[in-house]
């Protein structure tokens, strides 16, 4: 006997942009330049996520806070969208600045 599977692609695509690691959503989202920076920047604790410290691999989902430390001029952004390939014009479409 033969089984066949039938897959909804686009219930697929839905669930796996749902979740971003943090320093790669900053860099896709531009608001750090790349990714080892915004890695760096979750490695000295100068990044937050809903109030907690965020380490690289701390995943961030819409609707999460996301608090920044540059120097003195922190930035505090929710995350509207989550987008894997992102176009310079759609990018800050991804947050909404707080």
Do not use: W
């Not at 692609?9 to 330049?33: F, G, S």
């Not at 691999?57 to 001029?73: A, K």
């Not at 505090?76 to 947050?95: F, G, N, P, S, T």
Request: charged share 35%; net charge positive.
């Amino acid at each position: 006997m033969i089984k066949i599977a039938v897959v909804d692609t686009a219930a697929i695509l839905t669930n796996t942009e749902e979740k971003m690691r943090i320093d790669k959503y900053l860099k896709n989202a531009r608001i750090i330049k790349r990714r080892t920076v915004a890695k760096e920047a979750c490695e000295q604790s100068r990044v937050k996520v809903n109030d907690r410290l965020a380490k690289p691999g701390t995943e961030v989902n819409i609707g999460d806070v996301i608090e920044i430390e540059f120097g003195t001029n922190p930035m505090k952004v929710r995350v509207e969208k989550i987008l894997e390939h992102v176009m310079k014009d759609d990018a800050k479409d991804m947050y909404s600045m707080l």
